[in-house]
């Protein structure tokens, strides 16, 4: 079993930056890809970026490639997602998961989720 719980979300003007956290208990973790996802509202949820079990490979949407980096810390069982440049258009609920595969993008890859946290961009 492994138990996700993302923080770091709030409002943030445009232009601002942020930086959210997903630490996990359980022993599995350094053993699978870590991703992080986004749900606006009224929307579908949508892939924002992956991160190999040992870090070596990275994906991200091409909606925040370039603005948003992800990594992690196995020793804390912590991923991180820094997002920098925020426009209003990132505002959503956003969620980590835990994949058995190495980059998946499809939320269909994840078997653990976190409760989601909200990150809020104002004009």
């Known amino acids: 079993q492994v138990q996700l719980v993302e923080s770091g979300g709030g409002l943030v003007q445009d232009g601002g930056s942020l930086r959210l956290s997903c630490t996990a208990s359980?022993?599995?973790?350094?053993?699978?890809?870590m991703g992080w996802f986004r749900q606006a509202p009224g929307k579908a949820r949508e892939f924002v970026a992956v991160?190999?079990?040992?870090?070596?490979?990275?994906d991200y949407s091409d909606s925040v490639k370039g603005r948003f980096t992800i990594s992690r810390d196995n020793a804390k069982k912590t991923v991180y997602l820094q997002m920098n440049s925020l426009k209003p258009e990132d505002t959503a609920v956003y969620y980590c998961?835990?994949?058995?595969?190495?980059?998946?993008?499809?939320?269909?890859?994840?078997?653990?989720w976190g409760q989601g946290t909200q990150v809020t961009v104002s004009s």
């Open positions: 359980g022993r599995t973790f350094s053993s699978g890809a």
């Open positions: 998961a835990r994949s058995q595969y190495i980059t998946p993008r499809s939320s269909h890859d994840y078997d653990y």
């Open positions: 991160i190999s079990w040992n870090g070596a490979r990275t």
